[in-house]
């Protein structure tokens, strides 16, 4: 799950957001302005841990776009699109005064005219855009602040703008965005058709006041439309991610109309341990399964020494990013050989899932770097994934579920076309693919 499970691309580059503080809300302290005077203690907490926060949410932001392009590689294997070292320091300014952030630099390899370049989403969204109130809000009670401290965070982040945000402002704005996230989980889904789908269980220590349920779990369905669109399809109530939980959501989804137009998707992308899986076997019988090799590689890890993680690793990555699946399922083979003696539980828990791991390997090649993770989802939660100390106040279960669809919503915008979309309509018409290709040219 995902404030359980680090990603594919957790390492060294994040600072540790758990010092020896008395703290509850402790940060990494970072260097600012000398002259920004502290106005009360969560001005404090929230000057020492915005750099910490900017830098994670951006590398997560490029771990992600390269991860995205792993499989472009030139004759020797080598990847063309890459981590290298860092952009210059510069200063992104808020309310509470300049901040250092140094970016990882990207460098793409690629010749001019087919290369890209990198631009980060997540800094203006959250501290350099002062009108975007409609994702700081969300963020900052999904990170654990209080909603009694939303008037002096905003106006910490946002500065002489957020003079006008009043409790009462604040209060109405979540009534609006409630009544919003009502109509919305209500809406009409007969247009809808989904090539695929992505499903995730986040979970937030915002602590509420089900005392039974303290932490709670939102599950999240999200979709790629026909002409290659991410959208949100839906978010609910997951106690624990059970199979209960996701056949309510799923079954909720089919009475509004979805699969009306084009059937089941042809795909579902998410993490093993979902009870996800157990519900769309009832409700999409003819869905295949695709596991998230960012969850699978996490889990095989845990069951295996930290001296051993890097070969591991590289190993597994050699797997899923074979060019075919007869040399996935070699390297494949390499793995069980190689640690099957001592290390027979991280074994299992691979082989286990062996062909719901390879499921890719039919569908066009373009679409492989969306469809071997969750990442889509991940992404989407990175900057609010770290676990805070729970608040004084308790939140309600509409409020979480509402600033969850908010976060979603504002993040909607800025999500990727899955690549080669022109080969969406041959998927669904159940035209076949074989190592990427289609099978009368494989």
């Known amino acids: ?51 910490d926060m900017l830098a994670r949410s951006v590398l997560d932001e490029v771990a992600m776009y390269v991860a ?20 210059p320091q510069r200063k992104i300014m808020t309310g509470i005064g300049a901040v250092e952030v140094q970016q990882p630099r990207v460098r793409d390899r690629r ?26 809000l969300p963020w900052l009670y999904l990170k654990g602040i209080s909603t009694s401290g939303f008037g ?7 500065g002489e703008n957020a003079k006008g945000l009043s409790a009462t402002t604040i209060t109405r704005l979540k009534t609006i965005w409630e009544s919003e996230y009502k109509d919305w989980s209500k809406r009409s889904l ?23 349920n303290s932490r709670q779990c939102i599950i999240v369905l999200m979709g790629a439309t026909a002409d290659g669109k991410k959208e949100l399809i839906a978010i609910n109530d997951g106690y624990r991610e059970s199979s209960a939980s996701w056949k309510e ?96 539980k991280a074994v299992e828990c691979l082989v286990k899932d062996r062909d719901a791991m390879l499921t890719f390997y039919s569908f066009p090649a373009e679409h492989w770097s969306h469809l071997r993770t969750t990442n889509p989802i991940e992404s989407t939660f990175s900057t609010v994934r770290v676990r805070t100390n729970k608040t004084k106040g308790s939140g309600s279960r509409t409020a979480c579920l509402t600033m969850v ?6 993040a909607e915008k800025r999500w990727r076309v899955l690549n080669g979309s022109t080969l969406i309509p041959e998927v669904i018409a159940g035209v076949e693919f074989v190592d990427g290709l289609k099978k009368d040219a494989a």
């Open 405 to 410: 669809f908010k976060l979603v919503q504002s």
């Open 111 to 136: 010749p001019v005219d087919e290369r890209e370049k990198f631009a980060s989403s997540s800094l203006q969204p959250y501290l350099r855009k002062t009108k975007s109130v409609e994702e700081l």
């Open 152 to 158: 002096d965070a905003l106006q910490a982040l946002l």
């Open 249 to 344: 959501l799923l079954l909720d989804c089919q009475a509004r109309g979805l699969g009306q137009r084009g059937g089941d998707p042809k795909l579902a992308i998410g993490d093993g341990a979902l009870g996800f899986w157990a519900a769309i076997r009832e409700v999409w019988p003819s869905t295949l399964a695709q596991r998230c090799w960012v969850h699978k590689t996490s889990n095989v890890l845990n069951n295996m020494p930290k001296s051993l993680h890097g070969k591991a690793k590289s190993m597994l990555h050699d797997i899923w990013m074979a060019k075919t699946c007869i040399e996935a399922n070699k390297a494949f083979d390499l793995f069980v050989e190689t640690f099957k003696a001592k290390y027979a």
């Open 68 to 87: 995205e392009r792993a499989d472009l590689v030139d004759e020797q294997g080598h990847h063309l699109v890459v981590r290298n070292g860092y952009l």
């Open 1 to 51: 799950m995902l404030s359980d499970t680090p990603t594919a691309h957790a390492g060294k580059e994040y600072a540790t957001m758990t010092d020896s503080s008395s703290h509850p809300y402790s940060f990494p302290e970072c260097p600012v302005d000398p002259g920004v005077e502290s106005r009360d203690v969560l001005t404090q907490v929230l000057r020492n841990g915005v750099q």
């Open 190 to 212: 007969a247009d809808k058709h989904y090539v695929c789908v992505w499903a995730d269980g986040i979970h937030f220590n915002v602590r509420l006041e089900d005392p039974g």
